[in-house]
């Protein structure tokens, strides 16, 4: 299970991890046996077209899907081949997800959405405190429906972070909203995951925004095309889309 | 080929939503099958047995007189709406078959239409030679047409020849004599013979009553008032068509299940079509994308409306014709043959008007609702269709005006209060369900209880007797009663059916019962349990005789005398007896107002061993434990046992379906929700537990508002099912917590089965669904 101790770079490891699906007879390699490491801390981008698996290699790492062969190890710990219930434990105590389109849940006002995280966490950050640093302290008792896009993308950030998680992933968290409030919201993500030390993966098939990672994987057809490194990610003022 | 291809998207429509397609169905055929079912139990012994009255020509009424004279016959011929008279000699007599069984006998004249046996098979001659014999009582003692038979009239055995096996309209459901419940063909039934066999016995043809028919729809209280006005003091008793013993035990039967036919079906159909209309309008409004596509395919609205309202028509028709075939099959197969009635068929028979009633409210909540959901649905343009509908937004409670309640509440315990104020609609119709399916439980045991609770009443309060001996008044008198020595506490009882004239002008004949003051053996009670004795100057009646002729203590009623006029008697006392109902009073008010005590019948508490030799002696008529009277009267409800058997049996369907339903909706239209929970790391139990919950405080709702629907239907039931029983229809903690358990279980298994269906769910697939 433990691999060797220390290096941040394996942080996160995934070796050569396949996942199959059956559609009918059909069988479907959405991610063909991909092998890479990041290290703690880091800002990352997964980018691709529609189709290449990115989504895939996220929910595996989010621990909502299993590889169909390989292994993922995160923070020491393997978690291809872990039950249900040991993976559910993981997503609650590892994982803060942002989503494309929010899902926060409409019954709920915006502090009760992060005030979710409360529930079921070891140790949660305080849930007003999560809506202060993302600038909606003023709309705590706002449901979503009376929030903009970029509000509830904001109140979806400060729910996984509130969480207190070791990793946070995102999922086109710029996907339905407009190019200056996308930008805000990345700054966001990557500002407050810094200060905390979070490790974040997004995953986007906007290539401009791979400049602000530290590491990008390119997929394509299942398959990591390419890692790149970047030295000096730029800032988010700087990136043009 | 616009229908080809709508039809085809019909069908995979009803393929996809077929938990709610089957769920409609089966609601629908519940609820005809049910409406049709107990409609055709007493549809069936209604029209049979108004068949033999027609076909026998059933008199309307009879008047008993010691001999009836021309005078008073003519005097009743020319009564405003009399149409026919004639005058027959009817008593009961013993045979020399084995068990020394009664026959009813009947003299008719050869000219007589009324009244008339309804042969089976052989001749009812008119020469006078032969006699008709009950056909059940002949199978029972294995007689044939041939065979003699010799029965006792005035103290002279008379043999006859067997012409003819018949059905009487008089013997559909007839009983010997106060010890015996139901009817059991080895020991009673009927005999007719020919006026002139008579002559041989009487030396002359003999009569004792007048058979009235009357045109339809006279008035039977006037024409009563009027023929006892014709023969004055000599009459015996007036007895209408109604009140005569097996035409008012039918009547009481049919009125049983009419009862229970009225009120269950109704429930059901209710809950039926509240449910209905909101799955259908559910889910016609899950379609509407589907129907701006349609609209922008250029469909006109015509077919994109009979497309939808075609699924509401299909289910509905389907259900209810599933109903109707399946409601008399099973309810009156099952159900006539033990009713314990002699009719010439037990064919079934439907209540169609009341089908059509159901259909029509079946197609209005189906069809109808669909068919206004999707015209609202019309009015916009495709394109606001195609558009998802905005959700509903979060709403503030008003638990939150309670801050210090509402913060004191855990996070998952607001989330279920915000969704189940959120989603009213389900709550209430799951809420009904429930309510209707505890209500017809709670309704179904009290009925169940009420009834062999009269048991126990009965012969366990009221009367103390061991056994109930029917005396032979031909050879007792007061000195061999007085001298008769049993060890143990005796009563004498005098039975008699007395024509008596009520304060609302009502004459008929009612049971009088003549005891002694002491009465060790019958324990007459009030309403409230206290005991009450028979007055001194006065009678005492039964609390549900008072009600229906309108009296309370002090009114006065008359009663008449044997060979005598009326007499006017105050009632000084109301007694609560629930198996009964009678005028009672002491033997020496009986001989106060000018009457002999004759006891028909001695009660005896034996103190060890009943003394079989007296028992077996012949001033002994008949002998009845307490112990077989109350098991006869229990088998005399207990028919209506089964029936709380099928009734329990559609609440707990009933409660499944409808739970099913909405704790499907529940989970269905929060999909979204639950698996956000799920990616945030909430465990399956944890969500489970959301769902279930909210499920759970829907069945406790509904469970808490079924008992005074419960309670209501029993009251109803208890008051109208039958006349002779006075029924108080009281819920019980006991069925109650019953019927509550037993939904529980019901809720609890239906929550078991969606909670399986949760995890089966690939929950993920409901967030990817949206992108």
Redesign the interface.
């Given at each position: 299970m433990k691999i060797s101790k220390g290096d941040p770079m394996d942080f996160i490891t995934f070796e050569n991890v396949e996942r199959e699906y059956n559609i009918g007879d059909t069988v479907i390699k959405a991610v063909d046996g991909i092998s890479f490491s990041l290290s703690k801390g880091t800002f990352n981008v997964v980018l691709g077209q529609s189709g290449a698996g990115k989504t895939t290699l996220l929910?595996l790492l989010?621990g909502?899907?299993s590889p169909t062969s390989g292994k993922i190890v995160v923070n020491e710990k393997e978690i291809s081949g872990i039950s249900?219930?040991d993976l559910?434990?993981?997503?609650?105590?590892q994982?803060g997800?942002v989503?494309?389109?929010y899902?926060?849940?409409?019954?709920?006002?915006a502090l009760?959405n992060v005030?979710?995280?409360?529930?079921?966490?070891p140790e949660p950050l305080d849930a007003r405190e999560m809506l202060k640093r993302v600038g909606l302290e003023n709309r705590m008792d706002n449901?979503?429906?009376?929030m903009s896009g970029g509000e509830q993308q904001r109140v979806s950030i400060a729910?996984a972070l509130a969480?207190n998680p070791q990793i946070v992933l995102c999922d086109e968290p710029t996907g339905a909203l407009d190019s200056e409030t996308g930008r805000r919201v990345l700054r966001l993500i990557r500002d407050v995951s810094r200060d905390l030390g979070k490790t974040v993966i997004v995953v986007t098939h906007n290539a401009p925004i791979s400049e602000m990672a530290h590491t990008v994987l390119h997929m394509r057809d299942g398959k990591i095309a390419k890692v790149q490194l970047n030295e000096h990610p730029k800032d988010v003022e700087e990136i043009v889309w | 080929m616009v229908r080809g291809a709508l039809f085809k998207k019909s069908l995979r429509d009803m393929r996809k939503s077929k938990s709610q397609f089957i769920s409609i169905f089966i609601m629908a055929t519940l609820a005809v099958f049910i409406m049709t079912g107990l409609d055709s139990i007493w549809f069936t012994i209604d029209k049979h047995a108004y068949n033999m009255y027609q076909s026998t020509n059933l008199s309307d009424l009879w008047v008993t007189v010691a001999s009836p004279s021309e005078q008073q016959l003519w005097g009743i011929s020319k009564i405003q709406g009399v149409e026919l008279v004639e005058k027959r000699f009817s008593i009961d007599a013993d045979t020399d078959l084995p068990g020394k069984p009664t026959l009813h006998v009947y003299a008719l004249d050869d000219r007589t239409i009324l009244d008339q046996p309804q042969l089976q098979n052989g001749r009812f001659s008119k020469s006078g030679g032969g006699a008709v014999l009950d056909s059940r009582f002949a199978k029972a003692h294995n007689l044939r047409i041939g065979d003699y038979i010799s029965i006792k009239l005035n103290g002279v055995w008379l043999r006859i020849q067997i012409d003819g096996m018949a059905l009487s309209s008089e013997h559909i459901y007839a009983v010997k004599n106060s010890a015996t419940l139901t009817p059991d063909s080895l020991d009673y039934g009927f005999l007719v013979i020919r006026t002139k066999a008579l002559e041989s016995i009487y030396g002359q043809k003999v009569y004792n009553q007048i058979s009235v028919k009357t045109s339809p729809g006279s008035d039977l209280a006037q024409v009563v008032q009027k023929a006892g006005d014709v023969v004055g003091d000599d009459v015996i008793g007036i007895t209408l068509q109604k009140d005569s013993g097996s035409v008012s035990s039918v009547n009481s039967r049919i009125q049983q299940f009419k009862t229970l036919s009225l009120v269950f079906p109704v429930l059901f159909l209710l809950v039926t079509a509240l449910i209905t209309q909101s799955t259908m309008v559910r889910m016609i409004e899950n379609q509407r994308a589907q129907i701006g596509i349609l609209k922008a395919l250029g469909y006109s609205k015509r077919s994109i409306l009979w497309h939808y309202t075609s699924y509401g028509v299909i289910v509905g028709v389907l259900g209810s014709v599933f109903g109707l075939l399946l409601g008399p099959n099973v309810f009156g197969r099952i159900m006539v043959p033990q009713l314990k009635l002699t009719l010439s068929s037990y064919s079934i028979r439907i209540n169609y008007v009341n089908f059509v009633f159901a259909l029509f409210l079946i197609l209005m909540c189906t069809g109808g609702v669909s068919f206004l959901a999707c015209r609202n649905l019309q009015s916009d343009s495709p394109s606001a269709l195609l558009r998802e509908k905005?959700?509903?937004?979060?709403?503030r409670i008003f638990l939150e005006s309670m801050p210090s309640l509402w913060q004191k509440m855990k996070?998952?315990s607001?989330?279920i209060a915000?969704?189940i104020i959120?989603n009213k609609g389900r709550l209430i119709m799951s809420t009904i369900g429930v309510m209707g399916c505890t209500g017809v439980i709670i309704s179904a045991l009290t009925v169940r209880s009420t009834l062999s609770g009269i048991g126990d009443y009965t012969y366990g309060t009221t009367f103390t007797f061991d056994q109930k001996v029917v005396l032979d008044t031909a050879k007792t008198n007061s000195v061999y009663l007085k001298n008769l020595e049993l060890d143990g506490i005796t009563q004498q009882l005098e039975e008699s059916a007395v024509q008596v004239i009520f304060p609302d002008g009502v004459q008929k004949m009612e049971l009088v019962n003549i005891t002694t003051k002491e009465s060790p053996l019958i324990r007459l009670q009030d309403i409230d349990g206290n005991p009450v004795s028979l007055p001194d100057n006065g009678v005492l009646m039964t609390r549900k005789l008072c009600r229906e002729r309108g009296l309370n203590t002090g009114d006065i009623i008359r009663i008449k005398l044997t060979d005598k006029g009326y007499v006017s008697v105050p009632v000084i006392q109301i007694a609560y007896i629930a198996s009964g109902q009678g005028i009672y009073m002491t033997d020496t008010y009986w001989e106060s107002i000018g009457e002999k005590f004759k006891p028909t019948a001695l009660l005896v508490r034996w103190n060890g061993e009943p003394d079989r030799k007296f028992l077996s002696s012949d001033v002994v008529a008949d002998s009845a434990t307490r112990e077989s009277m109350q098991d006869s009267l229990s088998s005399s409800i207990g028919i209506v046992n089964l029936a709380v058997v099928f009734l329990i049996i559609l609440g707990a369907s009933l409660a499944f379906v409808v739970l099913y339903n909405t704790g499907m909706l529940n989970f269905a239209e929060r999909v979204?929700?639950l698996?956000?929970?799920?990616?945030?790391?909430?465990?399956?139990r944890?969500i489970r537990y959301l769902v279930l919950v909210e499920n759970y405080f829907s069945v406790l709702l509904g469970m808490l508002s079924g008992i005074p629907v419960g309670r209501f239907i029993s009251w109803i039931i208890a008051s109208s099912i039958d006349e002779r029983l006075d029924l108080l229809g009281n819920i019980t903690l006991t069925d109650v917590l019953t019927a509550g358990a037993m939904t529980m279980f019901f809720a609890w298994i239906v929550n078991r089965v969606i909670a399986h269906k949760m995890k089966e769910i690939d929950i993920?697939e409901a967030?990817k669904s949206?992108?």
């Open positions: 929910n989010g909502m899907d249900e219930f559910t434990e993981y997503r609650r105590t994982i997800f989503f494309q389109f899902n926060l849940v409409p019954n709920l006002t009760e005030q979710l995280a409360e529930e079921i966490c449901f979503p429906s009376q729910r969480k | 905005p959700p509903k937004s979060g709403k996070f998952s607001k989330l915000r969704n959120k979204r929700d698996a956000t929970f799920r990616v945030l790391g909430f465990h399956h944890e993920f967030l949206v992108e």
